[in-house]
């Protein structure tokens, strides 16, 4: 559940910064990055919530 939280209140605060910017080329280079860091760091806690699912389970 952490994890779902996390991950709406972080959408949520791009999507109110979209909302919030002038549109200028830097506000949407700043979109972007926003949502590249988020999209990689959403691949690493699945891959960490897996990887720590497999190690409970072998023990």
């Keep these: 559940m ?6 709406l209140t ?3 605060a791009t999507v109110l910064t979209a909302y ?3 549109s200028r080329s830097i506000c949407l280079f ?5 949502s ?3 999209t990689c760091y959403r691949l690493l806690v699945a891959v960490s919530i897996q990887i ?3 190690f409970c389970a072998i023990r």
């Design 2 to 7: 952490f994890w779902l939280y996390n991950t």
């Design 10 to 12: 972080f959408w949520a």
């Design 20 to 22: 919030l910017l002038p």
């Design 30 to 34: 700043i979109l972007i990055t926003l």
């Design 36 to 38: 590249l860091f988020g």
């Design 52 to 54: 720590l699912l497999e």
